[in-house]
């Protein structure tokens, strides 16, 4: 199992465990939560998801997949993804927390965590996200963590039959 303890006490960031189910579908069955993601994490959100995406992330061959848990409960999940060919050294971050620990510090201190296991221990060089445009929290977070705004890709998405754009956030090393 991997975990990064972080700046917050109680708060860590480990490998998803099949006791997590629970927890899992309880957070992330939420519309509010869904509407800040991509299409592909599914709503509802219900028992087989969840165990779909356990055994997913845990069958990965380096982990870049993981709960963030808060007192040992599974609270929200984050997870880099590496690019290919010639973007090789870049991976984008995604992350996500259950609305009832919005606003706590908690996704700030897992994007800290997962972006130096990023650069320290998977080599990359450059980490970046992409935020629809409603979602200032995000943007925030990604701040604090000291990645920069890049820039807007307009009307680059769709969700929830909205057309939206993207605020582009990046941090090298």
């Given at each position: 199992?991997?975990?990064?303890?972080?700046?917050?006490?109680?708060?860590?960031?480990?490998s998803w465990v099949q006791t997590d189910v629970p927890a899992l579908v309880r957070h992330a069955?939420?519309?509010?939560?869904?509407?800040?993601?991509?299409?592909?994490?599914?709503?509802?959100?219900?028992?087989a998801d969840a165990e779909t995406w356990i055994a997913c992330a845990s069958?990965?061959?380096?982990?870049?997949?993981?709960?963030?848990?808060?007192?040992?409960?599974?609270?929200?999940?984050?997870?880099?993804?590496?690019?290919?060919?010639?973007?090789?050294m870049s991976a984008e971050i995604g992350y996500w927390l259950g609305r009832s620990y919005w606003g706590q510090g908690l996704a700030t201190a897992a994007v800290t965590a997962v972006t130096s296991y990023g650069f320290t221990t998977l080599g990359l060089c450059r980490i970046y996200a992409t935020v629809f445009e409603h979602n200032a929290a995000s943007c925030r977070v990604l701040e604090k963590c000291g990645y920069q705004y890049e820039g807007r890709l307009r009307k680059s998405v769709i969700k929830a039959g909205r057309t939206l754009d993207q605020l582009l956030?990046?941090?090298?090393?």
């Open positions: 199992m991997v975990m990064f303890e972080t700046a917050i006490p109680d708060c860590t960031v480990r069955n939420d519309r509010d939560v869904w509407l800040n993601l991509r299409d592909r994490f599914p709503h509802p959100y219900g028992r069958d990965q061959e380096r982990q870049r997949n993981f709960a963030i848990a808060f007192k040992d409960i599974a609270t929200g999940g984050i997870g880099l993804e590496p690019q290919h060919d010639v973007h090789r956030y990046a941090r090298v090393e």
